[in-house]
């Protein structure tokens, strides 16, 4: 499977940014896609996750509210709306891949992905 993220740049704060992530290779018709950050001298932190089948989604409570996780099934994509950006939100975004659906209780964790994009960087200037 290879992860192709894209839609990071530079945006003030308050702004909105729309991240997408899509999957190919043999991806198969039951899996997680996930979104992880990694802010400068950080470490990397999940951001959300769902489902292909939708069943599951999940946020970090620091981005709940603001950040809407969803799916195109047909072009096995993923794509995170970003609204009120601040600049803690800067980091180089991840997305991530795993085979079949995950427990809500797991879906958090990055040793359940198994495939991992290259990143996209966002920027949030104060």
């Known amino acids: 499977v290879q992860l192709q993220a894209s839609g990071g740049g530079l945006v003030q704060a308050g702004g909105s940014l729309r991240l997408s992530c899509e999957a190919s290779g043999r991806t198969g018709n039951s899996y997680t896609m996930a979104w992880f950050r990694q802010a400068p001298g950080k470490e990397r932190e999940f951001v959300a996750a769902?489902?292909?089948?939708?069943?599951?989604?999940a946020y970090a409570d620091s981005v709940k509210g603001r950040f809407t996780f969803s799916r195109d099934r047909a072009k096995n994509t993923v794509m995170m709306q970003m609204g009120s950006l601040q600049p803690e939100d800067t980091a180089v975004y991840y997305c991530?891949?795993?085979?079949?659906?995950?427990?809500?209780?797991?879906?958090?964790?990055?040793?359940?992905?198994?495939?991992w994009g290259q990143g996209t960087l966002v920027t949030v200037s104060s």
């Open positions: 991530a891949f795993r085979y079949n659906e995950v427990v809500l209780s797991a879906i958090r964790q990055e040793s359940q992905y198994n495939y």
């Open positions: 769902g489902s292909r089948s939708g069943s599951k989604t």
